[in-house]
């Protein structure tokens, strides 16, 4: 069982990492309040969005995220 834990925080580390990797690699919310306020209406770059490699980094930091939670209950269950 030791190993198995050992692999297991391995792994939560290195998801760890990629989160932090991930989320600092994405675009800034450029719009806003600013963009709620003078109406501004849906580009073609904002419908496309999910095609894109921001969208792609958005969906990856979803599941690494999800995976984090994850291993966290894991880990937090007395072995």
């Known amino acids: 069982m030791d190993v198995l834990r ?3 925080q391995i792994v939560y580390i ?3 990492a990629a989160i932090v990797f991930i989320v600092l690699k994405q675009e800034g919310k450029s719009t806003g309040l ?3 306020l003078t109406g501004a209406s849906d580009s073609y770059w904002s419908k496309n969005k999910g095609r ?3 969208g792609m980094l958005e969906r990856v930091t ?3 995220a ?5 291993l966290s209950v ?3 269950l007395n072995w």
């Open 74 to 76: 894991i880990l937090n």
């Open 52 to 54: 894109s490699a921001e």
């Open 14 to 16: 290195g998801i760890c």
């Open 6 to 8: 050992a692999i297991v």
């Open 62 to 64: 979803k599941i690494l």
């Open 66 to 70: 999800t995976l984090f939670i994850v």
């Open 34 to 36: 600013s963009g709620a």
